[in-house]
């Protein structure tokens, strides 16, 4: 198992093939893919494939990780940093069982890989970006410090998007 960062209550890891359960159940639920644009999984084993297909850890030694509590290691969501060679750009993105919303988890993953991001990895820009109309999602971008850069269509979806820059670079 490989553990990235660890926070008050929360660890970070890499996906494990046993997460397909947990990808597949929380894509199901039609609030959590609302705003996102993701289609869900139509079996476990599709997310199985997703998961032996990820390969962002070893072509940009970063990506998204499963987001565990430290209290009993129950995989509570996800959260990461991502890299968009088209871009050139890495963006922060998050998402957790609807169980465990308004709990403070995805600002205090994010925020955490904020810090590994500019700290552990060197960046120099941090973006995230959310559709409109998804007020949880501004609200934990605002909370860890991003300020707006512009509105615009992202993936077909009305989106906003903003950006963190590392002061110490
Ligand atoms: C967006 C998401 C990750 C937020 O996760 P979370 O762990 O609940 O976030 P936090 O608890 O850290 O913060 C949420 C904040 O939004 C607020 N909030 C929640 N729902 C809200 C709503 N409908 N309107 C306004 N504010 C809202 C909460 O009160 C909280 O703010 P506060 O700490 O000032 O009270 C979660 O809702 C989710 O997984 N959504 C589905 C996937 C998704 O949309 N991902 C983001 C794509 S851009």
Known sequence: MTYILTTER???????????IHFYTMNADY??????????FKSVDEAKLFLKNYKQYKLHNMGRWAVCLKSNDEFVGWCGLKFHPSENL???GYRFYKSHWNKGYATESAKACIDYGFETLG????YAHAHVDNLA??????KCGFTLVNEAIYDGMPAKLYKIENLKS
Request: aromatic share 8%.
């Open 137 to 142: 999602s501004h609200h934990v971008i605002n």
């Open 10 to 20: 929360l660890y970070l890891r890499e996906f494990l093939p046993d997460d397909a």
């Open 90 to 92: 890495v963006e922060v």
């Open 123 to 126: 960046l120099k820009t941090i």
């Open 31 to 40: 609030d959590v893919l609302k705003y996102t644009g993701d289609v869900a």
